[in-house]
């Protein structure tokens, strides 16, 4: 059988798999469309959690971040699991309590205000729309490669299979789906993992594999270290970056994943407040097995691919380009991997040409700059070819890449679909609608969402890659700490809440387009993004943290000068603290 | 006789016979503690002994390398996790002792 052969018959075999759920599980009503009724079990919610969280971002790209940079990009693997303690222990508990169907219907209520609903209706659909570009640009990207589509086709049957169970299952049928794609995604990240750590350090544990020695009896990250530090690359495990960035990015990442709607909304399914705290629990065990799987594929990806093109080690010559393995004329299709031969030598030399210090040893060695360039989201889909793996686990990384877009793309469009139907069509522009009208509102609001997000994967705008850190800085600046002052804070109120969102909002926005140019328009920055220009040396990835700072601060001091919240309110949030008499999410 | 075991089990209620508002404020007054000892514990493995404090664990040596670097890749990550399914037990027990807890 044929490489593409077992590819397609992964891929539309997982496919399959979706659409049966998708007829099992039809939303009959609004609870079913937004909370998928409330009755889903804890372990099931933190597995459907895990496929929802992880994205196209943790399972193609976080391996890679973190091969091509080492220690310093521990950042993404403690900020996007750190910030489930904070889910876990400040918000979800009390806003399953609280039992609402969205984020913003829960801010609109404490804060009596539909202005301040308003507000994060818009935090949340600017949020949500940037998160989901890159989601179906990833599923564009993974059928272009592996089933040799071009990349339109490949996203219109990927966005076609998120219509049919989206839109009639809602969030009933995303729970399901997720399940399914969490299985596929776990099998396809850990499978080709154990099978590297097993020819590296005869450990069939990835995570044990990295502290572990390679088979001549060296640790493995001690001859990693070696191996990059000979081709004038800093090491692997040394700390290169400047702390204060690397604690605020890492901040960043964990307050910003507490406060992604798309997140939040899936602990409103779970039937009690006490099944809320140990989804969340559940949830970090099922995103863990692939986060402690990933440094150990990165460190494993970025020996491998040295020693391929290094064969008898770093000192020797490397290989020549007509020897080059099939798995790199591949990629050489994609444009994701070039090679081009400097020193007209025909061989590949691979190091690190921006190191001053390594300069005149390269030159003594007839090289004349590096020659391979490598796109760093192409590690992990290449692993399994890298490390010679069977067909059949290129077919399966092959449909945990969709598997891992598709399901977080879906948790994103119900996001942004309940946001139109619930809080702008039934919050401020028709409160006395009737269910069924709503319910089919939600499903129009769902396909129009997923129509944009195909059309933006299509055409993605040139800031798709930026976008992470825009997403991560707003949720931090805007909906966590509005969540979590609505729940700690008896004092905060409407005034002090709307000013603290849309000063958080603005002052992130604004912080990351003075460096990253104007809404992305590259060269219209104001300032040249490097260290010296930084306010105090914060970079505008890092802002999120000091947007969070920012409102809760705004927060606080408006809501002293101005009156405290009228005394239903207080009882409203003494109600929230405690879990007796919490009920199915209500309908209003 | 199954409702005495339960009981048992889990201890008895402690605040039976003070008002509704007091207990409030005494569950409030031990979900703040708890949730202040599990916050501390939260940044001192990441942002402490991941980052800042990792120059002072380099004499650790784990596989290869040094304890900050661990706790950076993996430390951390595990100590969340065991973090939030104590947190979970604790408030559950405290829901239950403050009755508090969902009928």
Known sequence: ?588 | MVVQNDTAARGAPVAVDSTNEERAKKYWRANMQLVAVLLVIWALVSIGCGIILRPLLSGIQVGGTDLGFWFAQQGSIITFIIEIFVYAWRMNRLDHLYEFDEL
Request: aromatic share 12%; hydrophobic share 50%.
């Open chain 1, 1 to 588: 059988m044929s490489q593409y052969a077992f590819n397609f018959l992964f891929i539309t075999g997982s496919f399959a798999i979706y659409l049966i759920i998708a007829l099992w599980t039809r939303a009959g009503s609004t609870s079913e469309f937004y909370t998928a009724g409330g009755g889903v079990h804890p372990v099931v919610n933190g597995m459907a959690t895990g496929a929802d969280w992880m994205s196209a971002a943790s399972f193609i790209s976080m391996a890679g971040l973190i091969a091509f940079v080492g220690y310093d990009n521990s950042t993404y693997l403690m900020g996007w699991t750190g910030g489930f303690v904070l889910l876990a222990m400040l918000l979800a508990p009390y806003l399953r309590k609280y039992g609402h169907f969205t984020v913003p219907a829960f801010i609109g209520d404490r804060f009596y205000s539909p202005a301040a609903r308003l507000v994060a209706v818009v935090c949340l659909i600017i949020i949500s729309t940037t998160y989901v570009i890159g989601q179906m640009t990833g599923v564009g990207v993974a059928f272009s490669r592996f089933l040799e589509v071009d990349n339109t086709t490949g996203l219109i049957i990927g966005a076609a299979i998120v219509f049919f169970y989206a839109v009639f299952g809602g969030m009933k049928g995303i729970t399901y789906t997720q399940v399914a794609q969490y299985v596929v995604l776990i099998f396809a990240y850990t499978v080709p993992a154990i099978f590297i750590a097993l020819q590296l350090t005869d450990n069939p544990i990835p995570a044990f594999g990295l502290f572990g020695d390679t088979q001549d009896g060296t640790p493995l990250l001690v001859k990693l270290d070696q191996v990059v530090r000979d081709l004038g690359f800093s090491s692997y495990t040394g700390h290169h970056t400047d702390t204060l960035n690397m604690v605020l990015f890492t901040l960043s990442l964990m307050i910003g994943t507490a406060g992604l709607p798309h997140v939040i909304i899936r602990f409103f399914t779970v039937p009690r407040v006490k099944d809320a705290r140990y989804s969340a629990g559940w949830a970090l065990v099922f995103i863990a097995l692939l986060y402690l799987t990933a440094p150990a594929v990165g460190a494993m990806a970025r020996l491998n691919l040295i020693q391929t093109l290094f064969p008898s080690g770093t000192q020797s010559e490397p290989i020549d380009y007509q020897s080059r393995p099939e798995w790199m004329q591949k990629w050489e299709l994609t444009g994701l991997l070039k090679f081009d031969d400097k020193n007209g030598d025909g061989k590949i030399q691979y190091y690190n040409d921006a190191n001053k210090d390594y300069a005149a040893g390269a030159a003594a060695r007839g090289w004349n700059g590096s020659e391979l360039s490598v796109n760093q989201d192409i590690l992990v889909l290449a692993n399994p070819e890298i490390a010679r793996l069977p067909q059949w686990v290129v077919a399966l990384v092959a449909a945990g890449g969709i598997a891992a877009a598709l399901s977080t793309a879906a948790g994103l469009l119900l996001a942004i679909s309940s946001a139109i139907s619930h809080d702008l069509l039934k919050g401020a522009i028709n409160p006395y609608i009737e269910e069924h009208h709503e319910l089919l509102a939600a499903r129009i609001a769902m396909a129009v969402a997923i129509a944009i997000a195909t059309y933006l994967g299509l055409n993605p705008p040139g800031f798709a890659a930026q976008t992470v850190a825009l997403a991560f800085g707003l949720a931090a600046a805007t909906i966590f700490p509005t969540l979590m002052m609505g729940i700690f804070s008896k004092r905060v109120n409407s005034v002090g809440a709307i000013s603290g969102m849309v000063v958080g909002l603005v002052f992130t926005v604004v912080y990351i387009f003075i460096y990253k140019g104007w809404f992305f328009i590259s060269g219209t920055n104001s300032l040249p993004d490097t260290p010296d220009n930084w306010l105090f040396g914060i970079s505008p990835v890092s802002i999120g943290a000091v947007g969070a700072v920012i409102n809760f601060a705004v927060a606080y001091a408006v809501s002293l000068a101005t009156a405290p919240p009228p005394l239903e309110i207080q009882a409203l949030i003494e109600s929230i603290r405690t879990p007796r008499g919490a009920g199915a999410a209500l309908r209003e």
